[in-house]
T-cell receptor, first 112, second 112 residues
């Protein structure tokens, strides 16, 4: 059965801390790994990672994929209260149908 | 910026009633999805739709559910006879070829 696992399930940090969120996947026909941020409603897209070892960055957020270890990490540096959200990772597979298998998410709370 | 729009944002319905959730995907996208998220749980795949037909569906997507693309722009999810356990946030998503999925803001369905 295809599976995406995220850790930790929840995390509470202080503003300014750096956090690392983990995602591991076991899917057939893997194509890419996606990270989403979910605040009150819909997941909003952060990164799509296709190639192993190439870091993607957007401001204080960065992510990298390790295809050998079947995993990805999402780093957030100098966290702010606005970073508080659930971070979802999803594995995209190379078939026409269900393209995205989601993990349960990591709930990040940043306290002032 | 193009976006996926969903209506209504919140729907309350009585058990046994039919509901239709509406989505307008991003124009020129070819792949359409419905996901749901029960409060506190993971995002679950319901169905994918491509080339005017269902390409894959999950176990959740039983005979009570149906999808349609009635006019080439809207993409609807119908639940024929709602049950209490259908209460969830329903997300529509669309994507182009080899792109990430864009999610709508969701419809919160409450079955009473």
């Amino acid at each position: 059965e295809d599976k995406v696992v995220q850790s930790p399930l929840s995390l509470v940090v202080h503003e300014g801390d750096t956090v690392t969120l983990n995602c591991s996947y076991e899917v057939t026909n893997f194509r890419s790994l996606l990270w989403y941020k979910q605040e009150k409603k819909a997941p909003t897209f952060l990164f799509m990672l296709t190639s192993s070892g190439i870091e993607k960055k957007s401001g204080r957020l960065s992510s990298i994929l390790d295809k050998k270890e079947l995993s990805s990490i999402l780093n957030i540096t100098a966290t702010q209260t606005g970073d508080s959200a659930i971070y979802l990772c999803a594995a995209s597979v190379q078939i026409t149908g269900n393209q995205f298998y989601f993990g349960t998410g990591t709930s990040l709370t940043v306290i002032p | 910026e193009p976006e996926v729009t969903q209506t209504p944002s919140h729907q309350v319905t009585q058990m046994g009633q039919e509901v239709i959730l509406r989505c307008v995907p991003i124009s020129n996208h070819l792949y359409f999805y419905w996901y749901r998220q029960i409060l506190g749980q993971k995002v679950e795949f319901l169905v994918s739709f491509y080339n005017n037909e269902i390409s894959e569906k999950s176990e959740i997507f039983d005979d009570q559910f149906s999808v349609e693309r009635p006019d080439g722009s809207n993409f609807t999810l119908k639940i024929r006879s709602t049950k209490l356990e259908d209460s969830a946030m329903y997300f529509c998503a669309s994507r182009g070829s080899y792109t990430e999925a864009f999610f709508g803001q969701g419809t919160r369905l409450t079955v009473v």
